[in-house]
């Protein structure tokens, strides 16, 4: 594997990512390490994401329902607090402990991950604004595009139409 440049982004994104409370997504990373380099391009996050992860130096870290989150490799495994108000994730120190209590008779435990989820002390204590919620229903984004014809009836593009055969 060839050797990588330590560029002053790449030195921004890593310490960025070990200044972090929790794993980043990749618009978090681009947010904190433009303090040490302004002119970061998210293009250039993303490949030094790629590049961290085929090093070995970056894990993966995945929240359902969220974009995969990154962290520095640690060698223990951890779990996370997501919060539901300003939607940050953060690192849980330690474990809870022997989960093959709870398995079910017969089952082999191979690996676990946990996500709790709340407010934040931040979001608690009212100094951080909740995130922004969308207000369009999602299934309207799913809804085809129409356009009115000049009779002012639809015209509905023939891939959305199901009754009709191409």
Do not use: W
């Not at 996050?45 to 590049?51: A, K, M, Q, S, W």
């Not at 870290?61 to 640690?74: A, Q």
């Not at 809804?143 to 009754?163: E, I, M, N």
């Amino acid at each position: 594997m060839p050797l990588r440049r330590r560029t002053s982004q790449r030195q921004a994104i890593a310490g960025a990512l070990d200044r972090a409370e929790g794993p980043l997504a990749p618009q978090e990373m681009l947010q904190s390490a433009r303090q040490a380099a302004p002119r970061l391009g998210i293009a250039t996050v993303y490949r030094t994401i790629r590049n961290m992860l085929g090093e070995g130096t970056l894990a993966v870290v995945r929240i359902p329902g969220e974009v995969p989150r990154y962290e520095l490799r640690r060698q223990d495994h951890r779990h996370y607090f997501r919060c539901r108000r300003c939607r940050g994730v953060f690192a849980l120190q330690g474990c809870p402990g022997n989960f093959n209590a709870i398995v079910p008779r017969g089952f082999s435990l191979e690996d676990h991950e946990l996500v709790l989820y709340g407010a934040c002390r931040r979001c608690r204590t009212g100094r951080q604004k909740p995130a922004r919620r969308k207000t369009a229903n999602a299934s309207a984004s799913l809804a085809p595009r129409v356009r009115l014809t000049g009779t002012g009836r639809r015209a509905v593009p023939p891939v959305a139409r199901k009754d009709q055969r191409l």
